[in-house]
């Protein structure tokens, strides 16, 4: 079966770029999606389709996939992006999820 | 506004069966563009996919769970369901039911606010 694979934690000083990464077989040929979710609530998508926005998710959240790992990019991090990012594609009609990258934000 | 809901019994016995249920306010299930799914996140951890319903009838399932799991709709089309055969404690998770964008490799663009369920004697 497929597999997702994000580093367990990042750590980033507020105002600074943080990084996610997200690695699978050939990912840069799947569409991938993000998804934040803080303590207490359900997850909510932030990037689908590698590099798309929900309308209500702000600029300073981007993404890319190429080659075998797509990144999830959060520039200027407010205190406020400290939360739990999933990534998450669909192979063989199945919905895969990595498992999970804890930002932590100090 | 789309909304999901689910509801089930909180508390399962080992070896019984699991059974939730989605209601959609706001919409339906008849729609070419959505799958509907169940994930579940034990206490703690990650996401793990449970499985999908188009409206076609067409089922998709996580195969580690496939011979325990059925998802299913009721004629209303405005409800469906989770059936889980012989749980454990390992079964124990907050279990969300899910919209699934069908043109976006299946994003999850609606979440339920998630059901509390707890696998014990």
């Known amino acids: 079966s497929y597999e997702l694979t994000q580093p367990p934690s990042v750590s980033v000083s507020p105002g600074q770029t943080a990084s996610i990464t997200c690695s699978g077989n050939k990912l840069g040929n799947k569409y991938v999606s993000w998804y934040q979710q803080k303590p207490g609530q359900s997850p909510a998508l932030v990037i689908f389709?590698?590099?798309r926005r929900p309308s209500e998710i702000p600029e300073r959240f981007s993404g890319s996939n190429s080659g075998n790992t797509a990144t999830l990019t959060i520039s200027g991090t407010q205190a406020l992006d400290e939360a739990d990012y999933f990534c998450?594609?669909?192979?063989?009609?199945?919905?895969?999820f990595g498992g999970g990258t804890v930002v932590t934000v100090l | 506004q789309l909304r999901l809901q689910e509801s089930g019994p909180g508390l399962v016995r080992p070896s019984e069966t699991l059974s939730l249920t989605c209601t959609i306010s706001?919409?339906?299930?008849?729609?070419?563009?959505?799958?509907w799914g169940w994930i579940r996140q034990p206490p703690g951890k990650g996401l793990q996919w449970i499985g999908s319903l188009y409206y076609t009838g067409s089922t998709y399932y996580n195969s580690s769970l496939e011979s325990r799991v059925t998802i299913s709709a009721d004629t209303s089309k405005t409800h469906f369901s989770l059936k889980l055969t012989s749980v454990t404690a390992t079964d124990t998770a907050l279990y969300y039911c899910a919209r699934h964008v069908v043109e976006a490799a299946a994003a999850v663009d609606v979440w339920g606010q998630g059901t509390l369920i707890t696998v014990s004697s």
């Open positions: 998450q594609t669909w192979d063989s009609r199945t919905v895969v």
């Open positions: 389709q590698d590099n």
């Open positions: 706001g919409g339906s299930i008849n729609s070419s563009s959505y799958y």
